[in-house]
């Protein structure tokens, strides 16, 4: 569902179901804050994760073969429900009939094979010729962010392994020694809060990646550069909001992470200056930092945005609220079908591996189109030239908030 710079769908809402309210009412300062989203370790943890759960099957008399519900006078919302757990058997039967392989061997392989490519990248940086040298960045900036964002989003949703003890292994691993970010963090605020309350306002909408004092251009193609520098400054920052062990675990995982990362550029790559140590590591770990961006924003803003006490049942809030971009091999393998073709997916299974978003694609997209329910799909390219124009709108003012009358 390709979204032009006019439709009215991206600030209305969408006609599901119901009708759609009037006039969209931007949030603003003197309107009641949304419920609280405590640290972990507050005492306050109202949000909660909308994990995939299989729901239970439907019985004939709710359901025809094609799928449609039957019964008369049946509430909007149990309809909601409804849709949202045959969607989930139809899924589900993908799942059970898919090998240990397809489930979690695929993406673990890719993640293996980027660890593999990390000695031919800091080798590759000894050389004094261009070539052998910009091949090594090139490397080493690829496996960065495979690790980094690939694997620590996989890691957070617990989408590598079916053991709880081992994907808190490697959450800590590839969140905080990879990334050097914050695994309590960023659990809570992706999985609990992204994925719990997606397009909400003031909880999971999206606004952490808005920075209203920056000019379009400077935030859409000079920030990003930023990123590895900001990624570690704002998760010590977040350490005041986490248990001490889990806080000194997390520093400690930082500072082997990154003092590895640049021991490696001294004496295995043969850097003379820790100056140009430093500023290779910067190169290599920003190198895929703009679609990083890019994607993040993409994907969400700009899509219809709800009241937390007004917002839609699950499916209609991540069928309205989540964009789908075109298939790109290099995003593919470095971020994930998750985060680039198959994002509405796995908003809707976040459980789910890569491998599996991707699988499932065919099945989810068929349903929605056949409910006549939102699939949104729209090209990287088109949906920067929509941000450059209406960056101040998007990126700047609060957002409209959709109101989908009698479906809620």
């Known amino acids: 569902m390709p979204l032009e710079d006019g439709d009215p769908a991206r600030w209305r809402g969408q006609q599901v179901n119901g009708e759609v309210s009037g006039t969209p009412h931007p949030r603003g300062t003197g309107d009641p804050p949304p419920r609280s989203t405590a640290?972990?370790?507050?005492?306050?943890r109202e949000a909660m994760a909308e994990d995939w759960e299989p729901g239970p099957a439907l019985g004939d008399s709710d359901v025809t073969p094609g799928g449609v519900l039957q019964r008369a006078g049946q509430e909007p919302g149990r309809r909601e429900e409804a849709l949202m757990a045959e969607l989930s058997e139809l899924v589900q039967k993908v799942v059970k009939s898919s090998s240990w392989w397809e489930r979690h061997g695929v993406d673990i392989s890719i993640l293996a094979c980027s660890f593999l490519l990390l000695p031919a990248g800091f080798l590759c940086l000894r050389s004094a010729q261009a070539i052998p040298f910009l091949a090594g960045v090139?490397?080493?900036?690829?496996?960065?962010h495979t690790l980094t964002v690939k694997g620590s989003h996989l890691a957070s949703h617990n989408a590598l392994t079916e053991s709880?003890?081992?994907?808190?292994?490697?959450?800590?691993?590839?969140?905080?020694?990879?990334?050097?970010?914050?695994?309590?963090?960023?659990?809570?605020?992706?999985?609990?809060?992204?994925?719990?309350?997606?397009?909400?306002?003031?909880l999971g909408d999206s606004s952490t990646w808005k920075?209203?004092?920056l000019n379009r251009y400077i935030y859409m193609f000079i920030a990003p550069l930023a990123v590895p520098i900001i990624t570690p400054l704002v998760a010590l920052d977040l350490l005041r909001n986490v248990e001490w062990k889990a806080a000194l675990r997390t520093l400690c995982c930082m500072f082997l992470g990154l003092y590895c990362h640049y021991w490696l550029l001294l004496n295995v790559s043969g850097f003379q200056s820790p100056w140009s140590a430093l500023l290779?590591?910067?190169?290599?770990?920003?190198?895929?930092?703009?679609?990083?961006?890019?994607?993040?924003?993409?994907?969400?803003?700009?899509?219809?945005?709800?009241?937390?006490?007004?917002?839609?049942?699950?499916?209609?809030?991540?069928?309205?609220g989540v964009l789908n971009l075109p298939r790109n091999a290099l995003?593919?393998?470095?971020?994930?079908?998750?985060?680039?073709?198959?994002?509405?997916?796995?908003?809707?299974?976040?459980?789910?591996?890569?491998?599996?978003?991707?699988?499932?694609?065919?099945v989810v997209s068929q349903y929605l189109k056949q409910k006549k329910l939102p699939y949104n799909e729209d090209t990287y390219a088109s949906r920067l030239r929509l941000f450059l124009?209406?960056?101040e709108e998007l990126m700047v003012h609060a957002p409209p908030i959709t109101e989908l009358v009698g479906i809620q």
Not at 39 to 44: K, L, Q, T, Y
Not at 138 to 144: A, E, K, R
Not at 292 to 315: S, T
């Open 211 to 213: 920075l209203p004092f």
């Open 331 to 362: 995003l593919d393998w470095s971020f994930g079908h998750s985060l680039i073709s198959c994002h509405v997916e796995h908003h809707l299974f976040p459980s789910l591996s890569d491998n599996m978003c991707l699988k499932i694609k065919p």
């Open 138 to 144: 090139l490397t080493l900036g690829v496996v960065h």
């Open 389 to 391: 124009q209406r960056y």
């Open 39 to 44: 640290a972990p370790d507050g005492s306050r």
């Open 164 to 202: 709880k003890s081992w994907g808190k292994v490697w959450a800590v691993f590839f969140i905080e020694l990879c990334s050097a970010f914050t695994a309590e963090q960023a659990t809570y605020n992706h999985v609990k809060i992204h994925h719990g309350y997606t397009n909400v306002i003031g």
């Open 280 to 320: 290779c590591m910067l190169l290599t770990r920003s190198l895929l930092a703009h679609p990083y961006i890019h994607v993040n924003i993409f994907q969400h803003i700009g899509l219809p945005m709800f009241a937390a006490d007004r917002k839609p049942k699950r499916i209609h809030l991540m069928s309205l």
